[in-house]
Every structure is written in C-alpha cells, then in structure tokens.
C-alpha cells in the first residue's frame, strides 16, 4: 500500500494549524502528516503535540531556532525518505494552497515525479493579488525558467507531490538555497536526475491568519541563488534530460 507523508513548515502559525490538521485528516485520512515546526513562540509546537497525542498519523518535527525555510523543507525531505515513504505533499500553512486539492496532487503523481499544484496553467489562479505581487510572481518564475532551463510553468509555489525514491536521487548536501529559492533549485535538482514533471490547477488564495514571511530581501536573496545556479548550468554542470513529453499540464 502506497504511503503518503503531508510535510509543512510553520513559524507563528498555530491558528492555522488548529484548523488545518483536522481537515487534512479528512480529506486525506491514509496520510501522515509532519509539522516541522522552528520552535515558534506563539506556541504551534504545543499545539501540533496535542494533535499528535491523540492521532498517530500526526507528528511535530520540532527544530531549535529559525534557520530559514530550505532547511526546514531538507529536513521534511530527510525525513520521508529515512521512513521511506513513498509520496511527499508540501504544502504551506496558511490555507493559500487548498487542502481539497491534495487527492488531484497524488492522483497525477500515478504518472510523474513531481506534481506541482499551478497557478499558472489552464483552470489555475490567485484570488486579491496586487499587481505588484502579480508582477514579482511572474517575473521569478521567467528568470527562473530562462536561467534554470525549466519547462513547468509556477516554479515558486510549494503546493507539490514528489515521488520519495526520485528525492533520494537526489544530493541535497549541494543546495545553495536557505529562503525561498528552495522551490525553484528543487525543480533544478530534480531535472538533473530525469524526473518527469506535471502541473495541475489550483486556485491560490491568500493566508487566512497572520502575517506573510516574504519581503524584499528574501527576494533579491532568491533571484541571486538562481543566477548562481544558472551559471553552474551554463558551465557545464549540465541536465541529464528524461525521455521527451516529461512536462504535462
């Protein structure tokens, strides 16, 4: 039987996380579901102890301080690879990415390695976005695509399904990314070990609790991570492409 591991990552998001965690058991009662939490002040830890006390299938991944969100993904990652698992959702905390979405997710994953819940392909979308958040969004996933050779269209997003056995292809002791580049060298790690990609629509909506952890810096300190990588790319650290077709929409 197929076993799915939900990871997300959370810091300051114990309203969220009240409401989250037994919803996702419902749609998705098979699944464990890990919280790795950095020790947050507002007290998500505790609360995710409490689902876990009374739930096996729930289980807080408690780090001692906040050392950004690449690490916090690697150690999720680590994780389901360590218990061999065989799918891996990320997906984030704050009700952006819809929990009902999680089966379209897992059901695309039958025939890719990594399944990204889009904004951007037909029947996606965002909802009380400015324009200038517009615009940030799809000017990363441009320079993304151009420097890093990618063919799937949101390369910033976190809502994914990964098959477990191709991450553990994977070198994670080469990522460069702490922030919010993780998602977009993610996808560059994994094209270089031939996996087969596919997007499926989603409708991002914007945090129900608390405060964004994006800014200006983090952004800047992305685009930099990504032109590095495209230079490693462009010096011949090259791709090794899978078969043709490996992007669906």
């Not at 695309?108 to 965002?126: F, T």
């Not at 400015?130 to 695509?145: D, G």
């Not at 292809?169 to 070990?193: I, P, S």
Request: aromatic fraction near 10%; charge should be neutral; include cysteine.
């Amino acid at each position: 039987m197929s076993r799915t591991l939900i990871t997300i990552c959370t810091y300051n998001e114990v309203d969220n996380i009240r409401l989250l965690i037994p919803q996702l058991r419902r749609v998705v009662p098979q699944a464990d579901i890990v919280i790795v939490d950095d020790s947050s002040p507002d007290g998500t830890g505790q609360l995710v102890e409490e689902f876990a006390a009374d739930d096996d299938h729930v289980k807080l991944l408690s780090r001692p301080q906040k050392e950004g969100l690449g690490r916090a993904n690697l150690a999720a990652f680590r994780y389901a690879i360590e218990h061999r698992y065989d799918r891996l959702i990320n997906m984030d905390a704050d009700f952006s990415h819809d929990p009902n979405s999680v089966p379209d997710l897992l059901q695309m994953s039958d025939e890719c390695d990594v399944v990204i819940g889009s904004r951007y392909v037909e029947g996606g979308g965002v909802t009380d976005w400015t324009w200038k958040r517009r615009l940030m969004s799809f000017c990363i996933n441009t320079y993304a695509r151009l420097l890093l050779g990618l063919k799937t269209r949101d390369n910033s997003g976190s809502f994914r399904c990964y098959r477990v056995a191709r991450l553990a292809e994977v070198d994670w002791d080469q990522m460069l990314a702490t922030g919010y580049a993780f998602y977009e060298e993610v996808l560059y790690r994994c094209r270089r070990v031939g996996c087969r990609f596919g997007e499926t629509p989603i409708l991002f909506a914007d945090r129900r609790y608390g405060v964004t952890k994006i800014n200006w810096k983090e952004a800047v300190l992305a685009l930099w991570v990504i032109f590095r990588l495209g230079l490693q790319r462009l010096a011949g650290r090259g791709v090794r492409l899978p078969n043709a077709g490996d992007s669906r929409a």
